[in-house]
Protein backbone atom coordinates (compact mmCIF):
# COMPACT_ATOMS: atom_id res chain seq x y z
CA UNK A 1 0.00 0.00 0.00
CA UNK A 2 1.45 3.12 -0.99
CA UNK A 3 0.61 6.30 1.16
CA UNK A 4 -0.54 9.62 -0.73
CA UNK A 5 2.13 12.57 -0.50
CA UNK A 6 1.54 16.67 -0.78
CA UNK A 7 1.70 17.50 -4.72
CA UNK A 8 0.14 21.21 -3.72
CA UNK A 9 -0.72 24.13 -1.02
CA UNK A 10 -3.17 26.14 -1.43
CA UNK A 11 -3.75 28.53 1.09
CA UNK A 12 -7.37 30.39 0.76
CA UNK A 13 -7.37 34.51 0.35
CA UNK A 14 -10.13 36.51 1.81
CA UNK A 15 -12.33 37.84 -1.21
CA UNK A 16 -15.83 39.32 -1.50
CA UNK A 17 -18.88 37.62 -3.58
CA UNK A 18 -22.57 37.62 -3.97
CA UNK A 19 -23.95 41.00 -2.73
CA UNK A 20 -20.85 41.47 -0.69
CA UNK A 21 -19.95 38.31 1.52
CA UNK A 22 -16.59 38.12 2.78
CA UNK A 23 -15.11 34.63 2.60
CA UNK A 24 -12.54 32.75 1.91
CA UNK A 25 -12.08 31.32 -1.50
CA UNK A 26 -9.75 28.09 -2.14
CA UNK A 27 -9.99 27.16 -5.43
CA UNK A 28 -10.30 28.70 -8.75
CA UNK A 29 -9.98 28.65 -12.07
CA UNK A 30 -6.49 28.63 -11.77
CA UNK A 31 -6.68 25.55 -9.92
CA UNK A 32 -9.37 23.52 -11.70
CA UNK A 33 -7.38 21.37 -13.73
CA UNK A 34 -5.12 19.89 -11.05
CA UNK A 35 -8.42 19.22 -8.92
CA UNK A 36 -10.41 18.04 -11.61
CA UNK A 37 -13.70 17.50 -11.29
CA UNK A 38 -13.22 19.95 -8.20
CA UNK A 39 -13.92 23.67 -9.59
CA UNK A 40 -14.36 25.80 -6.91
CA UNK A 41 -14.14 26.06 -3.11
CA UNK A 42 -15.44 28.74 -0.60
CA UNK A 43 -15.41 28.81 2.86
CA UNK A 44 -17.10 30.85 5.69
CA UNK A 45 -16.23 31.13 9.06
CA UNK A 46 -17.07 34.48 10.44
CA UNK A 47 -19.39 35.64 14.21
CA UNK A 48 -20.42 39.22 12.33
CA UNK A 49 -23.37 38.68 10.39
CA UNK A 50 -22.38 41.95 8.56
CA UNK A 51 -19.85 39.76 6.33
CA UNK A 52 -22.65 37.17 4.98
CA UNK A 53 -25.78 38.91 5.39
CA UNK A 54 -26.43 40.92 2.21
CA UNK A 55 -26.19 36.91 0.67
CA UNK A 56 -26.28 35.63 -3.13
CA UNK A 57 -29.16 37.37 -4.56
CA UNK A 58 -30.82 35.66 -7.40
CA UNK A 59 -28.12 34.37 -10.19
CA UNK A 60 -27.78 32.34 -12.84
CA UNK A 61 -26.24 28.63 -13.11
CA UNK A 62 -25.98 25.94 -15.77
CA UNK A 63 -23.51 22.95 -16.12
CA UNK A 64 -22.02 22.51 -12.50
CA UNK A 65 -23.04 21.56 -9.05
CA UNK A 66 -22.63 23.00 -6.00
CA UNK A 67 -22.27 21.36 -2.21
CA UNK A 68 -23.27 23.81 0.91
CA UNK A 69 -22.39 22.55 3.64
CA UNK A 70 -23.05 24.38 6.94
CA UNK A 71 -21.32 22.97 10.22
CA UNK A 72 -22.56 26.13 11.94
CA UNK A 73 -25.26 28.62 10.78
CA UNK A 74 -28.47 28.82 8.53
CA UNK A 75 -28.77 29.47 4.73
CA UNK A 76 -32.38 30.35 3.33
CA UNK A 77 -32.53 29.58 -0.39
CA UNK A 78 -35.46 29.33 -3.10
CA UNK A 79 -34.97 28.84 -7.26
CA UNK A 80 -36.76 29.47 -10.47
CA UNK A 81 -37.88 25.55 -9.57
CA UNK A 82 -40.22 26.76 -7.06
CA UNK A 83 -37.85 25.05 -4.39
CA UNK A 84 -37.09 26.57 -1.33
CA UNK A 85 -36.14 26.04 2.11
CA UNK A 86 -33.34 26.66 4.79
CA UNK A 87 -30.11 24.87 5.14
CA UNK A 88 -29.64 24.21 9.16
CA UNK A 89 -26.16 23.20 10.98
CA UNK A 90 -25.00 19.77 10.35
CA UNK A 91 -26.92 19.81 7.16
CA UNK A 92 -25.91 19.84 3.34
CA UNK A 93 -27.53 20.44 -0.14
CA UNK A 94 -26.03 19.45 -3.27
CA UNK A 95 -27.76 21.23 -6.60
CA UNK A 96 -27.39 20.10 -9.67
CA UNK A 97 -28.08 23.18 -11.97
CA UNK A 98 -27.78 21.38 -15.69
CA UNK A 99 -29.83 23.13 -18.39
CA UNK A 100 -29.94 25.83 -16.58
CA UNK A 101 -31.34 27.32 -12.89
CA UNK A 102 -32.31 30.57 -11.08
CA UNK A 103 -30.92 30.63 -7.94
CA UNK A 104 -30.40 32.59 -4.66
CA UNK A 105 -28.89 31.65 -1.33
CA UNK A 106 -29.38 34.23 2.05
CA UNK A 107 -27.65 33.42 4.99
CA UNK A 108 -29.29 34.01 8.19
CA UNK A 109 -27.65 36.18 11.22
CA UNK A 110 -26.15 33.29 13.54
CA UNK A 111 -23.66 32.90 16.72
CA UNK A 112 -21.45 31.93 13.91
CA UNK A 113 -21.52 30.89 10.45
CA UNK A 114 -19.16 28.15 9.30
CA UNK A 115 -19.15 26.16 5.88
CA UNK A 116 -18.23 25.55 2.62
CA UNK A 117 -19.45 25.30 -0.87
CA UNK A 118 -18.19 23.46 -3.53
CA UNK A 119 -18.71 23.66 -6.86
CA UNK A 120 -18.31 20.49 -8.75
CA UNK A 121 -17.97 20.30 -12.58
CA UNK A 122 -20.55 17.78 -14.84
CA UNK A 123 -19.85 15.43 -17.57
CA UNK A 124 -19.85 16.86 -20.90
CA UNK A 125 -22.71 14.58 -21.70
CA UNK A 126 -24.82 15.48 -18.77
CA UNK A 127 -24.52 19.41 -18.34
CA UNK A 128 -27.96 20.01 -19.80
CA UNK A 129 -29.39 17.52 -17.61
CA UNK A 130 -33.17 18.41 -15.41
CA UNK A 131 -32.02 20.89 -12.74
CA UNK A 132 -32.59 18.81 -9.25
CA UNK A 133 -31.79 18.89 -5.65
CA UNK A 134 -30.38 16.62 -2.92
CA UNK A 135 -31.29 17.97 0.57
CA UNK A 136 -28.92 15.42 3.33
CA UNK A 137 -29.64 16.20 6.40
CA UNK A 138 -27.80 14.77 9.48
CA UNK A 139 -29.39 11.97 9.82
CA UNK A 140 -28.24 10.93 5.76
CA UNK A 141 -24.56 11.67 7.11
CA UNK A 142 -23.73 8.31 8.87
CA UNK A 143 -20.78 8.73 11.30
CA UNK A 144 -17.64 6.60 11.73
CA UNK A 145 -16.00 6.23 14.98
CA UNK A 146 -12.29 5.53 14.98
CA UNK A 147 -9.40 6.11 17.97
CA UNK A 148 -9.60 9.81 18.57
CA UNK A 149 -11.31 10.61 15.12
CA UNK A 150 -14.83 10.81 13.45
CA UNK A 151 -15.95 10.78 10.36
CA UNK A 152 -18.99 11.75 8.82
CA UNK A 153 -20.42 10.84 5.43
CA UNK A 154 -21.81 13.16 3.34
CA UNK A 155 -21.57 11.31 -0.10
CA UNK A 156 -19.47 7.93 -1.06
CA UNK A 157 -18.29 5.22 1.26
CA UNK A 158 -16.10 4.64 3.98
CA UNK A 159 -15.69 2.05 6.88
CA UNK A 160 -18.64 0.01 5.79
CA UNK A 161 -20.95 3.10 6.02
CA UNK A 162 -22.21 4.47 2.79
CA UNK A 163 -23.65 8.65 2.60
CA UNK A 164 -25.31 10.26 -0.41
CA UNK A 165 -25.27 8.63 -3.64
CA UNK A 166 -24.78 11.77 -5.90
CA UNK A 167 -26.64 12.03 -9.27
CA UNK A 168 -23.24 12.60 -11.56
CA UNK A 169 -19.90 12.73 -10.25
CA UNK A 170 -19.49 9.69 -7.62
CA UNK A 171 -17.34 11.93 -5.11
CA UNK A 172 -16.56 10.98 -1.69
CA UNK A 173 -16.97 13.87 0.16
CA UNK A 174 -16.25 13.53 4.30
CA UNK A 175 -16.49 15.97 7.85
CA UNK A 176 -13.34 14.62 9.63
CA UNK A 177 -13.10 15.68 13.41
CA UNK A 178 -9.17 14.47 15.14
CA UNK A 179 -9.00 14.92 18.58
CA UNK A 180 -5.76 16.50 19.59
CA UNK A 181 -2.63 13.74 19.41
CA UNK A 182 -5.01 11.80 16.89
CA UNK A 183 -4.04 10.12 13.56
CA UNK A 184 -6.26 8.64 11.04
CA UNK A 185 -5.35 6.65 7.45
CA UNK A 186 -7.83 7.25 4.76
CA UNK A 187 -8.19 5.38 1.80
CA UNK A 188 -8.36 6.17 -1.45
CA UNK A 189 -9.35 5.03 -5.04
CA UNK A 190 -5.84 5.07 -7.26
CA UNK A 191 -7.64 6.76 -10.10
CA UNK A 192 -9.30 9.56 -7.94
CA UNK A 193 -7.77 12.98 -7.56
CA UNK A 194 -7.44 13.63 -4.08
CA UNK A 195 -7.64 16.44 -1.59
CA UNK A 196 -8.45 17.59 1.93
CA UNK A 197 -9.29 21.32 3.24
CA UNK A 198 -8.41 22.40 6.82
CA UNK A 199 -11.51 24.03 7.90
CA UNK A 200 -10.63 24.15 11.53
CA UNK A 201 -7.32 24.20 13.46
CA UNK A 202 -4.23 22.76 11.80
CA UNK A 203 -2.68 19.51 11.29
CA UNK A 204 0.31 17.41 10.03
CA UNK A 205 0.52 15.81 6.81
CA UNK A 206 3.29 14.26 5.52
CA UNK A 207 5.68 15.16 7.93
CA UNK A 208 4.73 19.03 7.57
CA UNK A 209 2.39 21.50 9.69
CA UNK A 210 -0.42 22.67 7.56
CA UNK A 211 -2.19 25.83 8.92
CA UNK A 212 -6.05 26.26 8.69
CA UNK A 213 -7.92 27.26 5.41
CA UNK A 214 -5.51 24.99 3.45
CA UNK A 215 -6.35 23.10 0.91
CA UNK A 216 -3.98 20.27 0.49
CA UNK A 217 -3.78 18.26 -2.94
CA UNK A 218 -2.17 14.98 -2.96
CA UNK A 219 -0.55 13.04 -5.65
CA UNK A 220 -0.68 9.07 -6.35
CA UNK A 221 -1.29 6.03 -3.90
CA UNK A 222 -3.69 4.23 -1.67
CA UNK A 223 -4.39 6.14 1.25
CA UNK A 224 -3.43 9.33 3.15
CA UNK A 225 -2.38 10.28 6.67
CA UNK A 226 -3.83 13.36 9.09
CA UNK A 227 -2.47 13.63 12.24
CA UNK A 228 -3.48 16.68 14.69
CA UNK A 229 -1.06 18.82 16.74
CA UNK A 230 -0.69 17.28 20.19
CA UNK A 231 -2.46 20.55 22.26
CA UNK A 232 -5.61 20.89 19.74
CA UNK A 233 -8.61 19.37 17.66
CA UNK A 234 -8.50 19.59 14.03
CA UNK A 235 -11.38 19.08 11.59
CA UNK A 236 -10.85 18.71 7.86
CA UNK A 237 -12.83 18.22 4.68
CA UNK A 238 -11.86 15.24 2.46
CA UNK A 239 -12.72 15.49 -1.00
CA UNK A 240 -12.06 12.63 -3.88
CA UNK A 241 -13.74 11.51 -7.21
CA UNK A 242 -12.46 10.67 -10.42
CA UNK A 243 -11.16 13.70 -13.10
CA UNK A 244 -13.02 14.17 -16.48
CA UNK A 245 -10.19 14.71 -18.51
CA UNK A 246 -12.80 17.12 -20.61
CA UNK A 247 -12.30 20.92 -21.65
CA UNK A 248 -13.73 23.78 -19.79
CA UNK A 249 -15.01 26.99 -20.98
CA UNK A 250 -15.93 28.85 -17.60
CA UNK A 251 -17.85 32.40 -17.37
CA UNK A 252 -18.76 33.63 -13.68
CA UNK A 253 -21.57 30.93 -12.87
CA UNK A 254 -21.59 29.36 -15.93
CA UNK A 255 -19.27 26.10 -16.55
CA UNK A 256 -19.44 24.23 -20.58
CA UNK A 257 -17.14 23.06 -22.62
CA UNK A 258 -16.29 25.31 -25.46
CA UNK A 259 -16.60 28.46 -25.79
CA UNK A 260 -19.51 28.71 -28.43
CA UNK A 261 -21.70 26.95 -25.43
CA UNK A 262 -21.05 29.57 -23.15
CA UNK A 263 -21.38 32.00 -25.02
CA UNK A 264 -24.65 30.52 -26.26
CA UNK A 265 -25.63 30.13 -22.43
CA UNK A 266 -25.15 34.05 -22.07
CA UNK A 267 -27.11 34.62 -24.91
CA UNK A 268 -29.84 32.74 -23.62
CA UNK A 269 -29.50 35.00 -20.42
CA UNK A 270 -29.83 38.23 -22.38
CA UNK A 271 -32.92 36.81 -24.73
CA UNK A 272 -34.60 35.08 -21.67
CA UNK A 273 -34.95 31.82 -23.02
CA UNK A 274 -32.07 29.93 -20.62
CA UNK A 275 -34.23 28.33 -18.02
CA UNK A 276 -35.24 24.88 -20.14
CA UNK A 277 -37.17 23.35 -17.09
CA UNK A 278 -39.81 25.45 -14.63
CA UNK A 279 -42.17 24.49 -12.21
CA UNK A 280 -45.53 22.39 -13.47
Not at 171 to 192: C, F, W
Not at 193 to 199: A, D, G, P, R, S
Request: glycine residues 8%; hydrophobic residues 40%.
Amino acid sequence: MKKRSIKKKIQGYRAVDGAGVSMVRVLNDATMKEFDPFLMLDTFDSTDPHDYLAGFPTHPHRGMETVTYLIQGEIEHKDSLGNKGTIHSGESQWMTAGSGIMHQEMPQAADRMLGFQLWLNMPKKDKMAEPAYLEITQKMMPVAEKEKAKVRILSGDFDGLTGVKPRHIPANIYDISILAGGQIDIPTKPNENVFVFLIEGDAVIDGQDIACKTAVLFGEGDFITIASKPDAEVRVIFFSAEPLHESIAWGGPIVMNTNDELRKAFLELNQGTFIKHRPI
